[in-house]
């Protein structure tokens, strides 16, 4: 079954405490990326990435990193988690062909709450 | 910079009615998708219906179509015969031709009442 798979579903961390949001897709996807929910803000672009060892920011990157050391995986690291990073995070992954990407698929999400 | 506007937080609709939800967006791209997606309880982000930007058919899945107005750069989403099953968050969305970025609205809160 294609589809990308989120952990934690749920977080609750103190601020400064690092943590890492997993990422992992089964549908050899080029294009991945992370995305937070806030309420009247829809979902934001943090970080995405093209390929293996390619990232780049997104809309809102600060306070986050990524890596991309293999195409499945995309994790998400907070190394020092601030209370305004409380909100909900998707990953996604598309696949890119030609000029314009395919359908994205994303994961259950991951509830944060930073104290 | 591309944006997309939903300007209704919440609707609501009786069961077997129908509704519709107002999208605007703005891009200065020629070629782009649009979409919708449904956000139920349980947090899952689930693809409703696409629109690609260089035909002029507008896009039906079953229940669900949309109303795409290219000049207007409107794309609203009409469901028909609202089920219990619809009451959701829904976004409106669009990529363009960088890659996969996605860049939602803020998203209408539909009710569908018994």
């Known amino acids: 079954e294609a589809q990308v798979t989120q952990n934690p579903r749920y977080l609750i961390t103190v601020t400064g405490k690092k943590l890492t949001v997993t990422c992992s897709q089964n549908m050899n996807h080029e294009y991945m990326s992370w995305y937070r929910q806030d309420p009247g803000l829809g979902l934001r672009q943090i970080y995405y990435?093209?390929?293996?060892?390619?990232?780049d920011k997104g809309d809102v990157p600060e306070g986050y990193k990524v890596s991309r050391k293999e195409k499945r995986n995309f994790p998400l690291i907070l190394e020092s988690p601030s209370p305004n990073q409380t909100s909900l995070y998707f990953c996604?992954?598309?696949?890119?062909?030609?000029?314009?990407?395919?359908?994205?698929?994303f994961g259950q999400g991951t509830r944060l709450t930073v104290v | 910079a591309q944006t997309v506007t939903q300007s209704q937080p919440e609707m609501s609709v009786q069961e077997a009615e129908t509704v519709t939800l107002s999208c605007t967006y703005d891009?200065?791209?020629?070629?782009?998708?649009l979409f919708w997606y449904k956000q139920p309880p349980s947090r899952q982000m689930i693809l409703v219906i696409r629109q690609e930007a260089y035909k002029q058919q507008n896009a039906t899945e079953n229940r669900f179509s949309v109303n795409f107005q290219k000049a207007a750069k409107s794309f609203s989403l009409k469901i028909s015969d609202s089920q219990l099953g619809d009451t959701a968050m829904y976004f409106c969305?669009?990529?363009?031709?960088?890659?996969?970025?996605?860049?939602f609205g803020q998203g209408t809160e539909l009710s569908v009442k018994p």
């Open positions: 996604a992954s598309s696949a890119i062909r030609g000029p314009m990407n395919t359908e994205a698929f």
């Open positions: 891009t200065s791209e020629s070629n782009y998708y």
């Open positions: 990435s093209m390929n293996v060892e390619v990232t």
């Open positions: 969305a669009l990529t363009y031709n960088q890659g996969g970025k996605l860049i």
